[in-house]
Nanobody, 121 residues
Framework: QVQLVESGGGLVQAGGSLELSCAAS????????MGWYRQAPGQQRELVAQ???????DYQDSVKGRFTISRDKVMNIAYLQMNSLKPEDTALYYC???????????????WGQGTQVTVSS
């Protein structure tokens, strides 16, 4: 069906930057909202940012002004540019996408495996 593969995570010092990418592939008919979530050890998964097909963006308050979400609608890729990173941004970051597949008009949410972001102080 659909696979989401994240990349771009790594170790960075506080104040540094990283860009995450998420590529959706498979028998895709249309990709609707795409988003980034994160989960720190012992914590629940939380929304970081999301972007609709109409390019409407929403951000968690803690990342506003620092993170930017974007997408390539032709290639079905979502990006998360992270600037001014803080140690509290350390988490496993997951990509999500609401996708309809060929032969079925309704959509469902798919998830990637996650990419680790670690910010040192």
């Amino acid at each position: 069906q659909v696979q989401l593969v994240e990349s771009g995570g790594g170790l960075v010092q506080a104040g540094g930057s990283l860009e995450l990418s998420c590529a959706a592939s498979g028998s895709i008919l249309r990709v609707y909202t795409m988003g980034w979530y994160r989960q720190a050890p012992g914590q629940q998964r939380e929304l970081v940012a999301q972007i609709t097909r109409d390019l409407i963006r929403d951000y968690q308050d803690s990342v506003k002004g620092r993170f930017t979400i974007s997408r390539d609608k032709v290639m079905n890729i979502a990006y998360l540019q992270m600037n001014s990173l803080k140690p509290e941004d350390t988490a496993l970051y997951y990509c999500s996408a609401d996708v309809s597949i060929v032969g079925r008009e309704s959509s469902r949410t798919y998830w990637g495996q996650g990419t680790q972001v670690t910010v040192s102080s």
